[in-house]
């Protein structure tokens, strides 16, 4: 059995690479928990889908953009046209990247800039268009990951450590 949080309604939330996969289901859970989603791609049909999906099932709308994070420019675009919507981003999930193996052999100086540009550059560049806030951190707040930790909806998270700062990392 898995929660409900209210604390996620009308809360702002940010996916990148929400067309498919698992920002796919990042997109979906967050609109089934009533939040307001935007998120970015470059698969047009299959964002198109998604939405039309869940609107079926009667989730809040997520807001699709097209962007190319590789395209930090566009990207800079695609953040101001979501602040201007929402006024504000509360929670940004650097989901976007390409995880095709290569081998050593394969990889040239192009397509080793390409796999940074899409698998490293455009995370530091959204977080720091949204600007997040740096603050001290409450015992409470660390108990609560303690309660997700002990719940259902951790049921595949092992073994992990988990870094609870506000933000200073
Ligand atoms: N699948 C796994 O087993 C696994 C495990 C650990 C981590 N990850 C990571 O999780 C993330 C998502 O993985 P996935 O399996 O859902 O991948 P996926 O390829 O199914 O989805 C990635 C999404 O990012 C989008 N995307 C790719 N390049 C883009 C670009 N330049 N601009 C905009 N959007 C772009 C794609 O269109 C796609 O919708 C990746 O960062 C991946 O490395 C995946």
């Avoid at 940010?14 to 970015?40: N, P, Y």
């Avoid at 390409?114 to 698998?119: D, E, G, L």
């Amino acid at each position: 059995m898995f929660a409900t949080y209210p604390s996620l309604r009308d809360r702002v939330i940010v996916v990148t690479g929400g067309s498919t996969g698992i920002g796919e289901a990042i997109v979906e859970a967050c609109a089934v928990q009533r939040a307001r989603v935007a998120f970015l791609d470059i698969q047009d049909e299959e964002a198109e889908r998604l939405i039309a999906r869940l609107v079926t099932a009667g989730t809040t709308r997520p807001a699709y953009y097209h962007c190319d994070l590789t395209d930090i420019v566009a990207l800079q675009r695609s953040v101001q046209q979501i602040l201007d919507r929402f006024q504000t981003v509360d929670v940004l999930v650097n989901n976007a990247g390409n995880d095709t193996r290569h081998s050593i052999a394969d990889v040239t100086s192009e397509s080793w800039d390409q796999s940074i540009a899409v698998n490293l550059k455009h995370q530091f560049f959204m977080a720091q268009a949204v600007i997040p806030l740096k603050r001290i951190i409450l015992p409470e707040e660390v108990a609560r990951l303690v309660l997700f930790l002990a719940a259902d909806d951790s049921s595949a998270i092992t073994n992990q450590s988990y870094v609870i700062d506000g933000g200073w990392v």
